[in-house]
């Protein structure tokens, strides 16, 4: 079956512009989970959506936010961009929240700020 | 608070050896699950194990097996026979029952070289 999709794959932006960021969960999956990966701060949670309702929120400022579709596909929004959010954005999809799932990757989207 | 400690900034080995990549963790949630997960340079996370905290035994598969100690609170990663398509970076992660399945604490992970 097919994996998870990101897209798309790299952006580049300029400060203070917004940015939108689209993630196409495997097939029957519910549970998309954001995550942001910088040289800096390695991996770090972002959030997470299931049932188009956020379950769990990062440590991350109110610039970074997201949504998720009647279909499980998930939008994360960075308004106002900085140089500091220049980073590799990777989706995780799952079945569910049952806590014996295992997330799914996607190849991620690489945003440059500029 | 929790925390995932990968020591190892990089390794290197000759294609054949055996590696160990290390990974010790800090929760204070008594239900929780560990994983391993493999990055190639095309940049997608591979899942490679998950474990939870009520299951210490040990797994292998393939060339590649685990050791979950939870009296160090380690769960360690060992290659055998390494190969070079082995090369990548390693992340060690951490999820809690208390702060959600899907909610991944990584470690900062280890990058695997593996020279023919």
């Known amino acids: 079956k097919a994996g998870v999709t990101q897209t798309p794959r790299y952006l580049i932006k300029t400060r203070g512009q917004q940015v939108t960021l689209s993630c196409s969960p495997i097939?029957?999956?519910?549970?998309v989970s954001w995550y942001q990966q910088t040289p800096g701060q390695g991996l770090q949670f972002l959030f997470e959506?299931?049932?188009?309702?956020?379950?769990n929120k990062g440590n991350f400022p109110g610039r970074f936010s997201g949504r998720q579709f009647s279909n499980s596909r998930s939008e994360m929004n960075v308004s106002t961009l900085e140089l500091g959010d220049s980073a590799l954005y990777l989706c995780a999809s799952s079945f569910g929240l049952d806590w014996a799932t295992e997330a799914f990757f996607g190849q991620g989207t690489r945003l440059t700020v500029v | 608070a929790q925390k995932v400690t990968q020591a190892q900034t990089e390794i290197s080995v000759v294609e054949k050896e055996d590696v160990t990549l290390d990974c010790v963790y800090e929760?204070?949630?008594?239900?929780?699950?560990l994983f391993w997960y493999k990055q190639p340079p095309s940049g997608e996370l591979v899942f490679l194990i998950r474990?939870?905290?009520?299951?210490?035994q040990n797994e292998i598969s393939g060339r590649y097996s685990w050791n979950f100690q939870k009296s160090t609170s380690s769960f360690n990663f060992t290659i055998t026979a390494s190969q070079v398509v082995d090369s990548a970076v390693y992340f060690c992660?951490?999820?809690?029952?208390?702060?959600?399945?899907?909610?991944?604490?990584f470690g900062t992970g280890t990058r695997l070289t593996v020279i023919p």
């Open positions: 959506y299931f049932s188009e309702t956020q379950r």
């Open positions: 097939s029957g999956h519910r549970s």
């Open positions: 929760t204070r949630d008594t239900t929780y699950y």
């Open positions: 992660a951490l999820s809690e029952a208390r702060t959600g399945a899907n909610n991944l604490f």
């Open positions: 474990r939870n905290s009520f299951d210490e």
